[in-house]
C-alpha cells in the first residue's frame, strides 16, 4: 500500500512558478513509477508528467514540455514537478500518482495510487 501527499500549490501570476511534492509512504516507493496529472473544472484528468523508478525515463503532456520539470527523490520518498512560466490554463487541481511497476506510462488507468490532490490558480 502506498499513500501519496501533494503540497506546494498555491496561486501564482501567469510567468510565474511553483514547485509541488509528493511524499510518499511505503517501503516499495523507489520502485515504484511515478506520475502528476492535473484536472480543471468541468474537464477529464489529463496527464502531465511521468517518471520511472530509477528516473532514466521521462515523460510529459506537449502542453508542459519546456515548461515542466519532473524528478524523484527515493532517499526521501519524494516526486517532485517545476512549473515554471506558468499559464491560466495551467489552473488546475494536481495528482501525484503511483504504480506498482518501475516504468511509467502516461495512462490514468495505470496507476494505482493516487494523492488527494493540490490546487494551482494561475492568473492573467
Known amino acids: 500500500q502506498v499513500q501519496l501527499v501533494e503540497s506546494g500549490g498555491g496561486s501564482v501570476q501567469a510567468g510565474g512558478s511553483l514547485r509541488l511534492s509528493c511524499a510518499a509512504s511505503g517501503r516499495t516507493f523507489s520502485s515504484n513509477a511515478m506520475a502528476w496529472f492535473r484536472q480543471a473544472p468541468g474537464k477529464e484528468r489529463e496527464f502531465v508528467s511521468a517518471?520511472?523508478?530509477?528516473?532514466?525515463?521521462?515523460y510529459y503532456a506537449d502542453s508542459v514540455k519546456g515548461r515542466f520539470t519532473v524528478s524523484r527523490e527515493n532517499a526521501k520518498n519524494t516526486v517532485y514537478l517545476q512549473m515554471n512560466s506558468l499559464k491560466p490554463e495551467d489552473t488546475a487541481v494536481y495528482y501525484c500518482?503511483?504504480?506498482?511497476?518501475?516504468?511509467?506510462?502516461?495512462?490514468?488507468?495505470?496507476?494505482?495510487?493516487w494523492g488527494q490532490g493540490t490546487q494551482v490558480t494561475v492568473s492573467s
Open positions: 500518482a503511483a504504480r506498482p511497476y518501475m516504468l511509467a506510462t502516461i495512462r490514468h488507468a495505470g496507476y494505482e495510487y
Open positions: 517518471i520511472s523508478w530509477n528516473g532514466r525515463s521521462i
